[in-house]
């Protein structure tokens, strides 16, 4: 009897995962898209707002209205370099993140698609600065990390063969660590459907 049990146990949701696999409305994807990000800080910093990332993603669009993608980002290095009479001071920064977003899909036409989204991310800033003066040079990094949520909007073109998706997308993300308050991220993107 426990043997009946574990099998049935095993097999019960195998078969709804190929069910659900099987229905001609559950689209997997993979994709990347390329973004800049401008952040707010906190505090006063002669720093660049723009931080400048490439995203991949897989996920599915399960059903005509929903979906689902995890990613991970990367940004580009923010460099501020301070020369004083006798001390100089780099910093380059940069973040990693990494979550997932649930989509709401809103169809204008058959090829567009408006969508929302929602998501939870960990974000993590590194600061690598290097401190050198007269008498005296040190190095090190920092880093600082968040979860926080992410609140987006775009639009989805799907070109002719139904495979192939571009995609434009703004999101604001309320990071509010100590040194940036929060992030407007615009990207564009391309999406492989299988």
């Known amino acids: 009897m426990k043997k009946i049990l574990i099998i049935i146990t095993l ?12 229905n001609s409305n559950f689209k997997p994807y993979i994709g990347i898209n390329a973004g800049a990000n401008i952040a707010s800080y906190t505090i006063q910093t002669d720093m660049d707002e723009n931080y400048y ?3 991949i993603n897989a996920g599915a669009r399960i059903g005509l209205n929903f979906g689902i993608g995890f990613f991970f980002t990367h940004s580009g290095n923010n ?8 001390e100089t001071v780099n910093h380059e920064v940069y973040y990693m993140g990494y979550g997932f977003d649930i989509y709401g899909y809103y169809n204008i036409s058959p090829d567009f698609d408006f969508f929302t989204t929602f998501g939870v991310a960990n974000y993590k800033f590194y600061d690598e600065y290097e401190y050198i003066s007269t008498f005296y040079a040190t190095s090190d990094k920092i880093s600082e990390n968040q979860v926080s949520t992410r609140l987006g909007i775009g639009l989805i073109y799907t070109f002719p063969g139904n495979k192939v998706s571009g995609l434009f997308q703004y999101q604001y993300i309320p990071l ?5 308050k929060n992030m407007n991220e615009f ?7 299988f």
């Open 11 to 22: 097999l019960l949701p195998i078969n709804g995962i190929s069910g659900i696999y099987t």
């Open 176 to 180: 509010n660590m100590d040194i940036i």
């Open 53 to 55: 990332s490439a995203t």
């Open 187 to 193: 990207s564009l993107g391309i999406r492989y459907t």
């Open 79 to 86: 460099n501020l370099d301070l020369t004083l009479t006798h």
